[in-house]
């Protein structure tokens, strides 16, 4: 999990100097600095991405998934630790919580009594024959850790060969007695069934968004950070139970205006505002198409807007304007075919084009619903005054 693949903040790379240490995590030597908007390096307690800075390192600072942290620190605490399954989207704590775990466990043992392998290791068949087998197979000395048996993370594990998989079977079982193992991994559909029929599997799910405001708040208060409430409710938004990516537009936001409100979070991220999109909404439902293209093609070279995130928030628009439910799908499948054809890099000036004609076919649909509509009432009004009066 490297830093500059997954952060989107400007790290002055030629004068980082990073260490790995799976105990610490990422320790930040103070050589490494960030860019401000003006160039300088911020105070040092700004300084280090806060993803690293604020990982949990008790089970007692990670955010939400209660029920799973206390049923693994039971079955750690009554030494009836399961090989472990951990899957769930990204930036939900998956690793965290296992590297808190290890730390409860072994205290100051921890780096003898745990093998942490990730993407960036090689994890063919190979080092599940040797590297993972030679430390499963090695005798342990726990010297007072809590628990004697080892663990071995494999995070990541969607990422192993299947021969890889295959062989961690027949591994898992043959030194159950010394050493456990815990699978993390995204999509779960990619663990063969039968290591996922040797696992207790926890799902961790996106996290609520007054968890993550919560763990919000209480960073903002460590920072000493300047931070609207609608910044607070935009990050979580857009963070979309991602923690990870709260933090990160967090600090990227606070680096680039020291107030950190909801304007400056949609315009640092790049995403359009909520009124934006209500703009754009009204355009499509009530202009003719060539002023809806002028003013969205406006719009989006005035605030840098890319269709893609215009497409994707005006879904919520769709679900909130009463319309048929044939109509309702008909849009939804229109944005959906839109957005994968964005992502295959698409003209955007074309896409645009058929978002419109999107909406253009709703509005016809909308119009003859609400033309049958108003015949009927007619019809019923027309009875009611032709009947005889007794
Ligand atoms: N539940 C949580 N409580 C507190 N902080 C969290 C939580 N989940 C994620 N974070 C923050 O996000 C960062 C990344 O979390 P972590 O590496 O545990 O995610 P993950 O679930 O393993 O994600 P991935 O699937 O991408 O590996 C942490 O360093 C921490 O700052
Ligand atoms: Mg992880």
Not at 49 to 60: A, C, D, F, G, I
Not at 255 to 270: F, I, K, L, R, W
Not at 355 to 369: D, E, G, P, Y
Request: hydrophobic residues 40%; glycine residues 6%.
């Amino acid at each position: 999990m490297g830093i500059g693949t997954e952060d989107p903040m400007d790290v002055d790379m030629a004068n980082s100097k990073m260490e790995w240490d799976t105990a610490e995590g990422l320790k930040l030597s103070a050589a490494l600095q960030w860019k401000g908007k003006a160039g300088g390096a911020l105070p040092v307690k700004k300084m280090g991405p806060w993803v690293e800075k604020y990982r949990p390192t008790n089970l007692s600072d990670v955010a939400a998934h209660k029920d799973i942290v206390d049923t693994i620190d039971r079955l750690t605490g009554e030494n009836r630790l399961p090989h472990l399954l951990l899957y769930g989207p990204p930036g939900t704590g998956k690793t965290s919580t296992i590297l808190a775990v290890a730390r409860k466990l072994y205290g100051a043992q921890f780096q003898n009594m745990i093998l942490e392998l990730n993407a960036s290791d090689d994890r063919g068949i190979d080092v599940v024959r040797n590297q993972i087998q030679d430390f499963a197979s090695m005798q342990s000395i726990s010297f007072g850790a809590k628990l004697n048996v080892k663990l071995i993370i494999l995070d990541e594990a969607d990422a192993m060969t299947k021969d890889a998989q295959f062989s961690l079977r027949r591994i898992i079982e043959k030194y159950t007695k010394s050493t456990r193992f815990c699978l993390i991994c995204n999509y779960v559909s990619k663990i063969i069934p039968a290591l996922q029929s040797r696992c207790t599997r926890f799902r961790f799910a996106p996290l609520e968004p007054i968890h993550v405001t919560e763990r919000l708040r209480f960073i903002i208060k460590e920072e000493g950070l300047t931070v609207t409430e609608g910044g607070v409710k935009a990050v979580v938004r857009l963070a979309a139970g991602d923690m990870r990516k709260a933090l990160n537009i967090l600090q990227s936001t606070q680096m680039a205006s020291p107030h950190v409100t909801e304007e400056a979070v949609y315009q640092c991220t790049g995403n359009p505002m909520p009124k934006d999109v209500q703009a754009i909404c009204h355009w499509l439902l009530n202009e003719s198409f060539t002023t809806a293209y002028e003013n969205i093609q406006e719009m989006k070279s005035n605030k840098g807007l890319a269709l893609v995130d215009i497409v994707k928030e005006l879904l919520a628009f769709v679900f909130e304007i009463s319309m048929p439910p044939e109509t309702r799908a008909q849009v939804v499948e229109a944005l959906a075919d839109i957005e994968y054809r964005l992502a295959f890099g698409t003209s955007e000036k074309l896409q645009l084009g058929a978002l419109i004609s999107a909406f253009t076919h709703a509005r016809v649909a909308l119009v003859a619903v609400a033309q049958q509509f108003l015949d009927t009432v007619l019809e019923m009004k027309s009875c009611a005054s032709s009947k005889p009066y007794y």
